[in-house]
T-cell receptor, first 110, second 114 residues
Framework: AQSVTQPDIHITVSEGASLELRCNYSYGATPYLFWYVQSPGQGLQLLLKYFSGDTLVQGIKGFEAEFKRSQSSFNLRKPSVHWSDAAEYFCAVGADKLSFGAGTTVTVRA | DVKVTQSSRYLVKRTGEKVFLECVQDMDHENMFWYRQDPGLGLRLIYFSYDVKMKEKGDIPEGYSVSREKKERFSLILESASTNQTSMYLC?????????????FGDGTRLSIL
């Protein structure tokens, strides 16, 4: 069975500081991994995806994620957070059917 | 850009009513999905479809049904709405390929059952 755990329910970060969101997955084969972002009242927008190849994946809005098979992790990072990055972030794993984590809410303080 | 359109952003219905949530995508995607989103639970898959007139149960299909008469349209039906179906509902679509293309989401319908 496939599943995703996002250990942090809520993170507060200062504007300009770095951000790392954790994601641990369980999947029977080579995983297909995604990070999505949801702004208040909106649907989900794809930030980045990993299928194979380079384990460091670049996405939109300055985000990147690193796939670590040995740790079953796919953590999302951004070097310098902007106020507009305040949102809820979801990690997902799967092929045609996705399993999502419970999400991490990011608050950005001035 | 892929456009997934959900017919209503907000909907209020009464217990026992039959409720229809509509979703249309404009990119000729084979796959379509319905999720519900609840705080602390993330997104949970209700039903999905790989083709016209085809449907598969997701993780929480009880109390729901779906219809896909045309490729671009996927409807979620609450046969007899109950208060525990108050939630945010998200529709998504994706290409049916071996490359596991990402799902594209609509803006969601916030449904309240009174």
């Amino acid at each position: 069975a496939q599943s995703v755990t996002q250990p942090d329910i809520h993170i507060t970060v200062s504007e300009g500081a770095s951000l790392e969101l954790r994601c641990n997955y369980s999947y029977g084969a080579t995983p297909y991994l995604f990070w999505y972002v949801q702004s208040p009242g909106q649907g989900l927008q794809l930030l980045l995806k990993y299928f194979s190849g380079d384990t460091l994946v670049q996405g939109i809005k300055g985000f990147e994620a690193e796939f670590k098979r040995s740790q079953s992790s796919f953590n999302l990072r951004k070097p310098s957070v902007h106020w507009s990055d305040a949102a809820e972030y979801f990690c997902a794993v799967g092929a045609d059917k996705l399993s999502f984590g419970a999400g991490t809410t990011v608050t950005v303080r001035a | 850009d892929v456009k997934v359109t959900q017919s209503s952003r907000y909907l209020v219905k009464r217990t026992g009513e039959k409720v229809f949530l509509e979703c249309v995508q404009d990119m000729d995607h084979e796959n379509m999905f319905w999720y519900r989103q609840d705080p602390g639970l993330g997104l949970r898959l209700i039903y999905f479809s790989y083709d016209v007139k085809m449907k598969e149960k997701g993780d929480i299909p009880e109390g729901y049904s779906v219809s896909r008469e045309k490729k671009e349209r996927f409807s979620l039906i609450l046969e007899s709405a109950s208060t525990n179906q108050t939630s945010m509902y998200l529709c998504a679509s994706s290409i049916l390929t071996g490359d596991n293309q990402p799902q594209h989401f609509g803006d969601g319908t916030r449904l309240s059952i009174l």
